[in-house]
């Protein structure tokens, strides 16, 4: 799991076994002291159960306005920037490589996400003149 900052192109990551609301949630604290406390923190999220249980809109509700969701339509994972990032990891620090355990490939991605914040790359959105821009 992780979170990119559009502003800063900093990466917040977490490598667990599973994606439950449990983790989810652990990421969201990550999120929270990362950030000055006066900043409302938006999040651009699949529907994914643990962006939406129970448990996380129980911890949500123990920092009101803190954070914001925007939500994606069902299999508009291509919306999600941090897909690109993913993407990015698989064809660069996570190509061809071997490992002998979980833990291993966990330091190997918490490495990577550690250079990717030494060198961060704030990402520019560019606006189109024109609808005959737009390539569907």
Known sequence: MAA???????????VEHRHRSIE?????????????????????LDNHSAHISKETQAYLATRPNRFRYVLIPTHGSWLKI??????KMARTFLKHIRVASWEELRDRI???VEEINAAPVVHRWKKFDGLDQIIF
Not at 4 to 14: F, K
């Open 4 to 14: 990119l900052d559009l502003h800063e192109g900093h990466v917040t990551a977490r």
């Open 24 to 44: 989810f949630i652990a990421l969201l604290k990550d999120l929270d002291s990362y950030y000055p406390p006066q900043c409302t923190i938006r999040l651009i």
């Open 82 to 87: 941090i897909e690109t990032l993913f993407g």
């Open 110 to 112: 918490l490495r990577g």
